[in-house]
């Protein structure tokens, strides 16, 4: 009886030499809107505040891309997401008027970001991956956040990457080259995994192999998620236990 | 029945902001001279050599500080520590006669230090500190060296911070500073522990906590291990387990 080999046996196959999968997290291991949306209601029932979460977590995240922008452009210092995450919150607690928090009550709120939930595949497929592979976050959160992030929900990294490594924000090449380097390895020894077209696109400028999967629900209702053809990328996954299948792990 | 609280416990004890230890390596986590004889012993045996192992293992280690000194002086770049062993395994190879290489074999040699093994009690005690504090490493080892490391003897850091992150070596104060910033704490909130005085006492220069722990075997005959009384850090441990023990962990 013939048994197929994995593809990344075949010594012709370009996911032969990869050594290590680096991850997207917001989004695509973890759901950001969701794990927001959870907290924000619990929260308001205990200080009888109604407010819509979902465009609370929305609005938040929105923020982001012109905040990092600024920086990536040079019109402010490096700043870590935890800073620029902190500087949106204060924005956003007088759009939705939050008032009245102590010092102590907004730093807990902006740390929501270091607790979000693993969608219910993660850790599973994480778990399987990393018999094969060295997996690391490749993320736009901190060094911090991350960490902290995987130790409240079991996510079993073998190191924490980020792009506060290289003090470039992806989609910027240093973020990808800078992990890249600091992995030992080359770039097509190295996979980068997303949700997100963009990001996919921009490593694939830099040399890394790339592996789309698919989070139909992490924007809601509200915006369509990314979606990709089998042969858009180096391999395309409906989750991350449907990549760990196809990369034979 | 009263019951003494642990002195991590108690408000007025220096020790109870600490969050996190981050651990040098080389010597304190794992046995870099025993690893280096074992695995040499076992290669000389299947290509007829006969090299004392020991000497050999000493004479890497030795090499170390120089090289880093250049570094750190500004003499050479910054190079990174696979980098710097590469280049004083070609002079140990000369100097113990040992001909014939391949550039891979060269390469295998070299990256016995991503090999090395845990103390008897590394992992244990490591696995009980993890349930109550973030950990890490905090070496001169780059961060790829580390976290193969990790991942080929099971030691469960939560993240890999290496002197590589700040591109000084310690005992440059960049080093520690660097951690303590990506871990996103202050430096009192951070323990440094190692079997080493010199180590200890930099990172305290710096505002970190710090833990002792004794390594009577790290050289062998050759040179008598550092040694420190109950009062010359914040705790003094025999080793991890029971720095944990006395970390109330």
Chains 1, 2 share one sequence.
Not at 149 to 160: E, F, Q, S, T, V
Not at 204 to 233: H, I, M
Request: contains cysteine; aromatic residues 8%.
């Amino acid at each position: 009886m013939s048994r197929t080999a994995s593809p990344s046996q075949d010594p012709a196959n370009p996911l032969t030499p990869v050594k290590s999968l680096v991850f997207d997290v917001f989004g695509t291991v973890v759901d950001w809107r969701g794990s927001i949306v959870e907290e924000g209601d619990a929260w308001g029932k205990t200080r009888g505040i109604t407010v819509d979460w979902a465009r609370f977590a929305d609005r938040w995240r929105e923020g982001y891309m012109p905040s990092m922008d600024k920086v990536r452009k040079g019109e402010v210092p490096w700043t870590n997401l935890d800073h620029l995450h902190r500087a949106l919150l204060e924005d956003l607690l007088r759009e939705f008027h939050i008032e009245g928090l102590s010092e102590q009550e907004k730093e807990h709120w902006n740390r929501v970001w270091h607790r979000l939930k693993p969608w219910p595949d993660s850790v599973a497929g994480l778990t399987r991956l990393k018999k094969k592979y060295t997996i690391a976050p490749l993320s736009n959160g901190n060094v911090a956040l991350l960490s902290n992030m995987a130790k409240h929900a079991g996510i079993p990294w073998d190191l924490i990457l980020s792009a506060e490594l290289a003090r470039h924000y992806k989609p910027d090449p240093e973020a990808y080259l800078t992990a890249v380097s600091f992995l030992g390895l080359k770039p097509e020894e190295v996979m980068m995994c997303a949700a997100h077209s963009v990001d996919l696109i921009a490593a694939r400028r830099c040399g890394l192999r790339t592996g789309f999967l698919y989070r139909p629900g992490e924007f809601g209702s509200r915006r369509k998620a990314d979606e990709a053809g089998p042969l858009d990328f180096d391999v395309v996954g409906a989750d991350i236990v449907d990549l760990a299948a196809k990369l034979g792990a």
